[in-house]
């Protein structure tokens, strides 16, 4: 199978990175802006056709989330209409296009884990332009997996984790929301999810499809940054304080656990819980900075 990532020096698309040099059964096509703009209908359909490309996974995004209220059609470009853009090239070539998508389609007012089936209404630019995305790819691309993720951290990029490092090492306390409800996701392990997707896919075994993924188990930012600080024997306190304490320019859903029933039943996952992640990610940087 030949397989484009697009977006791959984001944080999803490094992980694949890693995860694709430990197969050989793949032939893996790595690319990101300026070389390959997703927006762009004939620079994609060339670069699959010349590639003979069986497989896009989408990682490209316009992921400022706060920046997207004033920048909304730069998001709407990447996130909708780039999305657009693959899923005709996935058509045309009869093509899987897996492509990912956010917790930041539901508006957080339920209190149980948000199925597949509810309803999307995203409170802000960044979730409407991913939700719109999504229903472009419904509506063109046959053969397609979207799978929603939430709070994507990794060694790569920056994230909340590298933040909640760099202050806490910084600060004796950090003030922290706590009213906000989500499950954190290590990219390393939606990356190996995706692959497992392929060879779903491969095997005859995926149908078009939206699923979702995180980690397991369930935080405020406020657990999830204490976590970060005791993991990484960091002195720094922290305090929890309420999103109206905190404004952040766009708004966000105050819970936004998935479940993930549909995708560990169907595809047989088993997925590790956001603190033993958050452990692996963390030794992972240590391994890093050590050489
Ligand atoms: N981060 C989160 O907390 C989170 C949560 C839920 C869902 N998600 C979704 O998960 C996916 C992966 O997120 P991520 O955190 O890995 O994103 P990321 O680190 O921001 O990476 C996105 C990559 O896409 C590139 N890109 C932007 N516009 C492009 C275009 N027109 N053509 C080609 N590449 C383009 C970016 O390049 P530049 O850096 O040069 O712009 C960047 O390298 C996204 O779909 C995102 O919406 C993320």
Request: charged share 20%; aromatic share 8%.
């Amino acid at each position: 199978m030949n397989i484009l990532v697009t977006g791959s020096r984001g944080q999803l698309g490094s992980e694949l990175g890693e995860l694709s040099a430990l197969t050989e059964k793949q032939r893996f096509f790595f690319c990101d802006l300026p070389d390959l703009d997703i927006t762009s209908p004939t620079h994609v359909a060339s670069f699959c056709h010349d590639h003979a490309i069986e497989v896009i996974i989408n990682c490209a995004a316009y992921t400022a989330v706060d920046k997207a209220e004033s920048d909304a059609e730069a998001a709407f470009r990447v996130n909708r209409d780039g999305a657009a853009v693959l899923a005709a090239c996935a058509r045309e070539r009869n093509a899987l296009l897996v492509h990912i998508s956010t917790d930041y389609v539901f508006d957080g007012r339920s209190s149980t884990p948000y199925r597949e089936t509810d309803p999307a209404t995203p409170l802000g630019v960044y979730g409407v332009s991913k939700w719109e995305g999504e229903e472009q790819i419904r509506r063109i691309a046959p053969s397609h997996c979207i799978i929603r993720t939430s709070w994507l951290y990794s060694i790569y990029g920056s994230n909340f984790v590298k933040t909640m490092l760099r202050l806490g090492a910084e600060r004796s306390e950090l003030s922290v929301v706590a009213d906000q409800i989500g499950t954190p996701t290590w990219a390393a392990d939606l990356a190996k999810a995706i692959l497992l997707m392929v060879e779903r896919y491969e095997k005859g075994a995926l149908s078009s499809v939206t699923y979702h993924y995180s980690n397991e188990g369930v935080c405020s930012w406020y657990d999830f940054a204490g976590a970060v600080m005791e993991l990484a024997q960091l002195p720094c306190k922290v305090v929890a304080v309420e999103s109206s304490q905190y404004p952040q320019i766009a708004p966000r859903p105050q819970y936004s656990v998935l479940s993930k029933s549909a995708i560990k039943k169907e595809c047989g996952l088993e997925i590790p819980h956001w603190r033993v992640s958050l452990a692996a990610m963390l030794e992972k940087l240590q391994q890093e900075a050590n050489g």
